[in-house]
T-cell receptor, first 117, second 115 residues
Framework: AQTVTQSQPEMSVQEAETVTLSCTYD???????LFWYKQPPSRQMILVIR??????QNATENRFSVNFQKAAKSFSLKISDSQLGDAAMYFC??????????????FGKGTHLIIQP | GAVVSQHPSRVICKSGTSVKIECRSL??????MFWYRQFPKQSLMLMAT?????????EQGVEKDKFLINHASLTLSTLTVTSAHPEDSSFYIC???????????FGPGTRLTVL
């Protein structure tokens, strides 16, 4: 079974600075998807960024980028120019590609990101 | 954008009663929806996969007879917690898969409190 590990329960960063959230995973699959979701206090899950394992290029979305190291099974999220609105729980998630997308997500335990003004 | 709603957002019930939670995809059709459970300050755990027109697939350890799932249309899945007990109190979140983008969109969640 696949597992997702987030080893940082909490991270703190100064506003406008850069922060990196760590995620490692374990799977025997060769093709899969990785995600970062944000959960603010409202508890609405918001997709931040998505990476297909077959793509070598790291995904980016504005201030958010990932460092995907397939061999090391590592998938970190970098947030540049941190803003107060970035404060939230961040979850790393995995989904295999087989099954035509009909698989649910496996989530890590989350990292609570605090933005210091 | 793709919007998923859940109803109710909060529900309080007495022990032994049943509670139904609805998950709707508002602007797209979803043959597959998912139900997750989130305990306070913990992660989301997949409970089951809801397939339109067929039986749901439950994760190991999830009681099928306790958590009844019905996906009767391409925009609606329901989760019924039967004979609820205080330990069923939790935050329940659904997601709906939009096939064209192969992306799951999450509902806002339902907080269930069983007294």
């Amino acid at each position: 079974a696949q597992t997702v590990t987030q080893s940082q329960p909490e991270m703190s960063v100064q506003e406008a600075e850069t922060v990196t959230l760590s995620c490692t995973y374990d799977t025997s699959e060769s093709d899969y998807y990785l995600f970062w979701y944000k959960q603010p206090p409202s508890r609405q899950m918001i997709l931040v960024i998505r990476q297909e394992a077959y793509k070598q290029q790291n995904a980016t979305e504005n201030r958010f980028s990932v460092n995907f190291q397939k061999a090391a099974k590592s998938f970190s999220l970098k947030i540049s120019d941190s803003q107060l609105g970035d404060a939230a729980m961040y979850f790393c998630a995995y989904r295999r590609s087989r099954g035509g997308g009909a698989d649910g997500l496996t989530f890590g335990k989350g990292t609570h990101l605090i933005i210091q003004p | 954008g793709a919007v998923v709603s859940q109803h109710p957002s909060r529900v309080i019930c007495k022990s032994g009663t049943s509670v139904k939670i609805e998950c709707r995809s508002l602007d797209f059709q979803a043959t597959t929806m998912f139900w997750y459970r989130q305990f306070p300050k913990q992660s989301l755990m997949l409970m089951a996969t809801s397939n339109e027109g067929s039986k749901a697939t439950y994760e190991q350890g999830v009681e099928k007879d306790k958590f009844l799932i019905n996906h009767a249309s391409l925009t609606l899945s329901t989760l019924t917690v039967t004979s609820a007990h205080p330990e069923d109190s939790s935050f329940y979140i659904c997601s709906a898969r939009r096939e064209v983008t192969d992306t799951q969109y999450f509902g806002p969640g339902t907080r269930l409190t069983v007294l």
